[in-house]
């Protein structure tokens, strides 16, 4: 019986019934590059919102790996501080698990971060 969630062609993937292949990244990704199905695995997953797809190795990407690829094919923003044009993954996520992104670019946070972390170490101890 196949689930709604999967395609049919995952009975055919060198994965299917082994979760114990999946668990190590490495072997994961090996086994992936071997897969008869990886070019239709990869459509899938690289189909599905990636704050709502299987975590780990999938078609020999990381979740990391799969978020890029789907963040690259939409248009860029504006970032609200230094007003440059970046890619969406350049914005990190509102909330974990959700699809919106912060205005200001990762850039922009790290300096402030920097800056506010500077300032507090300088500052003169209160009495």
Do not use: F
């Not at 020999?60 to 993954?89: H, K, S």
């Amino acid at each position: 019986m196949t689930s709604d969630y999967m395609p049919a062609w995952q009975a055919d993937g060198l994965c299917a019934g082994r979760p114990d292949l999946m668990a190590d990244p490495h072997q994961a990704e090996a086994t992936c590059h071997r897969c008869p199905v990886l070019p239709e695995c990869r459509d899938w997953v690289l189909s599905l919102p990636v704050h709502e797809g299987p975590d780990g190795v999938v078609a020999a990407m990381t979740l990391a790996e799969r978020e890029r690829v789907v963040l690259d094919r939409e248009p860029p923003r504006q970032c609200d501080t230094c007003l440059e044009i970046r890619p969406l993954w350049a914005y990190a996520q509102n909330t974990e698990g959700k699809p919106s992104r912060r205005k200001t670019c990762r850039t922009c946070v790290d300096r402030r971060t920097h800056t506010n972390r500077a300032r507090h170490e300088t500052a003169p101890p209160q009495t």
